[in-house]
């Protein structure tokens, strides 16, 4: 009987050490800065409200940056300070499309934060190196996506109706061409079902548009917390569940 039962036991234990050698592989490369694709990060403010159990004042009813990422690096260069002055020109677009839509009007620290984290890393590229070329590229991409447009003309608003989470990757992925990742608060007590956050669309080095999966990646993954969180997740989000999710109607903050 024991040896049978060990059949199954081997290849689970295997696969799990596995992947712990590729999750210290991922951290030891993440201190070698090495990256390879960026991420464009959506966030839908009512959503970012609710996960941080934060009354927002009128968030904005339309989809913001969070953030433009690499994969697989952060805080690459410490030394490297945000200056607000370099974006002055930037500011009022980024007051609009790039908003901390948790602690207005302030919202500098937040860009610092990503700045920081992030741009540092993104600096690599010549197109990026600079905090202005880094912000910049980031409102024109972020303009250029659309997805705010995008998501209209596919018939996708904020709901009380559900909405399938294949319906709405399936609708990005034929527009976009592309395999995006969308990330939901889990639902939480006394609710039914997972609301949605946050949409990830990613870019090669070369800024075109590229599947977030890596070639070969099952297209649906479950829940994956661990990469989320090494790639500077806050708290709360994780990639969807395949099946319902809800998209909330900015009101829906303030009740
Ligand atoms: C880090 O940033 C500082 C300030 O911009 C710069 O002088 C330095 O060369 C950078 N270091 C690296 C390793 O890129
Ligand atoms: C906004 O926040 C930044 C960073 O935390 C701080 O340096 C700055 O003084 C603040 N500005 C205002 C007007 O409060
Ligand atoms: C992106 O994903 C789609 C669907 O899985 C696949 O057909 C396509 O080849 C992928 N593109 C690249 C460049 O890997």
Not at 58 to 79: A, M, Q, V
Request: net charge negative; with cysteine.
């Amino acid at each position: 009987m024991r040896p049978r039962a060990l059949h199954g036991v081997l290849p689970g234990a295997l696969c799990l050490a596995l992947w712990c050698l590729c999750g210290a592989l991922g951290l030891w490369r993440s201190g070698n800065h090495e990256w390879k694709k960026l991420i464009m990060v959506h966030h839908w403010p009512t959503t970012v409200c609710k996960e941080i159990e934060n009354d927002c004042s009128n968030p904005p009813d339309y989809w913001t940056i969070h953030g433009l990422w690499p994969d697989k690096s952060e805080e690459c260069n410490r030394s490297w300070h945000f200056n607000l002055e370099e974006i002055k020109d930037l500011l009022p677009d980024m007051k609009i499309y790039w908003p901390d839509v948790t602690h207005p009007p302030n919202h500098s620290h937040f860009w610092k934060h990503e700045w920081e984290k992030h741009g540092t890393c993104a600096a690599q590229l010549d197109a990026l190196n600079s905090q202005k070329k880094y912000f910049g590229k980031s409102l024109d991409l972020y303009k250029d996506l659309a997805l705010n447009s995008m998501l209209q003309k596919l018939g996708i608003k904020p709901s009380i109706n559900y909405y399938q989470i294949s319906d709405i990757k399936d609708a990005l992925a034929s527009v976009y061409g592309v395999i995006p990742k969308v990330q939901c608060l889990p639902p939480r007590e006394g609710e039914e079902v997972q609301t949605l956050g946050q949409i990830e669309l990613c870019l090669t080095k070369g800024l075109q548009l590229r599947n977030c999966t890596e070639p070969g990646e099952p297209r649906s993954r479950r829940r994956d917390a661990w990469p989320a969180r090494a790639t500077g997740q806050g708290p709360g989000l994780e990639v969807c569940e395949d099946g319902p999710t809800f998209y909330p109607p900015p009101d829906e903050a303030r009740h």
